[in-house]
């Protein structure tokens, strides 16, 4: 897909921007023909409402110095919206670092495994999360449900999913998750 990268739109990248506006501005844009978001090495996109997935969008880093993190007292997943809206198909996440924050996100008390995940695979099929270091979420690494299908998640590092701090049984915590509808 074609190149757009998230500095030529005005992301930050400083770890303390709120960088969703742009990055959702950038989805949204290529929404009809598709495209690839870069996301240049050594920074860190703060967002606090889901990254959305379109069909033919890549999301992709330069490694994971290159990294989407959570904003402190975000409620929502860092990629995949929860009830999205359209199927999405041939997405893409690569070469990334995907930081759920749990340290600084309280954990929802209603214990809906529909939020908070690093990423959530909701109606999205043929796509791909590849070569990711996905940590620090406070439900699971990545939620694949609903119409999912043909996905593929390989060579990713997936740490310190869940948070410490939950009610056991109140929720699943677990790197790569299949709800029912899969």
């Not at 770890?15 to 495209?35: E, L």
């Not at 409402?49 to 999301?59: E, L, Q, T, Y």
């Not at 600084?104 to 959530?120: I, K, L, P």
Request: net charge neutral.
């Amino acid at each position: 897909p074609p190149l757009f990268a998230v500095l030529a739109s005005w992301g930050k990248g400083d770890c303390s921007t709120y960088d969703f506006t742009v990055i959702n501005s950038a989805v949204t844009t290529r929404s009809c023909s598709g495209g690839t978001i870069f996301y240049p090495p050594q920074k860190t996109f703060m967002v606090s409402a889901a990254i959305p997935f379109r069909s033919n969008i890549w999301h992709v880093g330069a490694g994971w110095s290159s990294v989407v993190k959570s904003r402190s007292g975000s409620v929502d997943n860092v990629f995949g919206e929860a009830s999205p809206s359209a199927v999405s198909t041939n997405v893409a996440i690569m070469n990334l670092a995907i930081d759920g924050n749990r340290a600084n996100v309280a954990y929802s008390a209603s214990g809906d495994d529909a939020y908070q995940n690093a990423v959530r695979l909701n109606q999205v099929s043929n796509s791909r999360i590849i070569n990711c270091y996905i940590h620090d979420s406070v439900m699971n690494a990545v939620s694949i449900h609903n119409a999912s299908n043909d996905n593929v998640v390989a060579f990713n590092r997936i740490e310190d999913v869940g948070k410490s701090t939950a009610a056991p049984g109140a929720a699943t915590y677990i790197g790569v998750f299949l709800e029912s509808g899969v």
